[in-house]
Nanobody, 125 residues
Framework: QVQLVESGGGLVQAGGSLRLSCAASGRTFSSSVMGWFRQAPGKEREFVAAISWSINRTYYADSVKGRFTISRDNAKNTAYLQMNSLRPEDTAVYYC??????????????????WGQGTQVTVSS
């Protein structure tokens, strides 16, 4: 059974940092694009960041560029999202996602086949 499990969410003050982890099990994701998405109350799910499987090229939403960093450790089958300089507008449920093997990196959530259950991030002002 394939599972993605996020952890590391919580409550933080504006300007603070959090590091989210996404632990995968059931299959290796070393050849999959790993992505992070978020969904705030009353809003659609939006792309945050992605990392390719081939050369670890990274992609970011404009709203988080320069503040968030996505990375992966294939030996641990885990992806990370380091979030710095957090803002109240970053408050959302954050989801980890993975594509099937050998897909191109994408910001489209419909291209991701595996999803975690989400972890809440709340940034207070």
């Amino acid at each position: 059974q394939v599972q993605l499990v996020e952890s590391g969410g919580g409550l933080v003050q504006a300007g603070g940092s959090l590091r989210l982890s996404c632990a995968a099990s059931g299959r290796t994701f070393s050849s999959s694009v790993m992505g992070w998405f978020r969904q705030a109350p009353g809003k659609e799910r939006e792309f945050v960041a992605a990392i390719s499987w081939s050369i670890n090229r990274t992609y970011y939403a404009d709203s988080v560029k320069g503040r968030f960093t996505i990375s992966r450790d294939n030996a641990k089958n885990t992806a990370y999202l380091q979030m710095n300089s957090l803002r109240p507008e970053d408050t959302a449920v954050y989801y980890c996602a993975a594509t099937k093997a050998f897909e191109r990196a994408t910001t489209d959530p419909l291209r991701y086949d595996y999803w975690g259950q989400g972890t809440q991030v709340t940034v207070s002002s």
